[in-house]
């Protein structure tokens, strides 16, 4: 297979690489299972798939630290995993049971999690980014330094709400990093053909936001490029823009057929850029792991991923009751 040149002593200790490895696979493995159970009708609606991009939220939380909040789109699977939250739940909520995060009532674009500080899964393009600068914005006000992950892809990068949020993130300092996951095709669009500047992160500069662009494929460039944005956002100095190029091997949704770019693309892209086999490499070429080793790990990656859909199949269905709760909040 061809790879790219990689270096045999990176910035990182093996454990830590290893542990990329792993999380980057369980995204891998869970999004693969997700698209059989779409397959077999137990997911029904819409199921938009991570595979491809596992390096991008993998690699920004490593920079997280507790108490850090993520807010994404409905491409999402992904960083539910990577924040910490149970595959069995995760699975669960996408096949509509009760055992889900949302008691199996919101599926991927409405699953949230308190406890590992998840805000969703959303499914109104662009509609997560002035909420993600509101999350921030609550943070600023009680004067601690949290950090707000605020994920969009590069069609929703052309809203209006994302500079609305832009302007008010930067007059108010907010400690929020907008991450755009640019994978280069918004739904079924390429890049070139929607975006009118090569990179979309300078759009910051109108406010004043610095930023830079990442290559989303090395989840050490993405681990650093988080840690130096972190930084900027905890030390007061407000937003920060990461402009993550990546790749997503998959169609915009698990029903589209993608045919608005060639197998060969997508091909080479697996071959030369995988973010996967990339961290392979490291480990196998710095003698920090075997063959065999690698392989015991993909075993037990693929048995907690066969645990969380048996786990999803013997959930049951929610009650009928279920539809007249959590619709209102008592006000004291």
Not at 44 to 50: D, K, S, T, V
Not at 313 to 320: M, V
């Amino acid at each position: 297979m061809a790879a790219r040149k990689t270096s045999a002593k990176p910035n990182v200790a093996p454990q830590e690489l290893t542990q990329f490895y792993r999380d980057m696979l369980l995204i891998r493995r869970f999004e693969e299972k997700a698209g059989q159970l779409y397959g077999m009708g137990l997911i029904g609606g819409f199921c938009h798939l991570y595979i491809g991009q596992e390096a991008v939220v993998v690699g920004l939380e490593a920079a997280a630290e507790e108490g850090d909040k993520r807010i994404t789109s409905y491409r999402d699977h992904g960083h539910m995993l990577a924040c910490g939250m149970d595959p069995k739940g995760v699975m669960a909520e996408l096949t509509g049971r009760e055992g889900g995060y949302s008691k199996g009532k919101g599926g991927s674009m409405h699953m949230f999690s308190r406890e590992k500080d998840f805000y969703g899964g959303h499914g109104i393009v662009g509609a997560q980014v002035p909420l993600g600068a509101g999350l921030a914005f609550s943070d600023k006000y009680r004067g601690n330094d949290r950090v707000t992950f605020t994920y969009f892809g590069d069609g929703a990068a052309n809203q209006g709400q994302v500079y609305e949020t832009f302007n008010m993130a930067a007059l108010r300092d907010l400690p929020v990093i907008f991450v755009i996951e640019n994978n280069q095709y918004a739904m079924g669009t390429a890049m070139k053909r929607s975006t009118s500047t090569p990179d979309i992160y300078h759009r910051g500069a109108a406010f004043g936001i610095p930023g830079e662009m990442v290559d989303g494929m090395d989840v050490l460039a993405v681990r650093d490029a988080g840690l130096k944005a972190v930084k900027h956002c905890r030390s007061g100095k407000g937003p920060y823009i990461l402009e993550v190029k990546t790749y997503r091997y998959r169609g915009h949704s698990m029903s589209d057929p993608a045919k608005y770019r060639t197998r060969e693309e997508v091909s080479k892209m697996r071959e030369e850029r995988d973010a996967i086999d990339h961290v392979r490499e490291l480990l196998v070429q710095g003698g920090h792991a075997t063959e065999d080793d690698l392989k015991a790990i993909d075993k037990e990656i693929k048995a907690v991923v066969s645990a969380s859909a048996d786990f999803a199949r013997e959930s049951p269905e929610p009650a009928l009751d279920e539809l007249w709760t959590d619709i209102y909040a008592e006000a004291g």
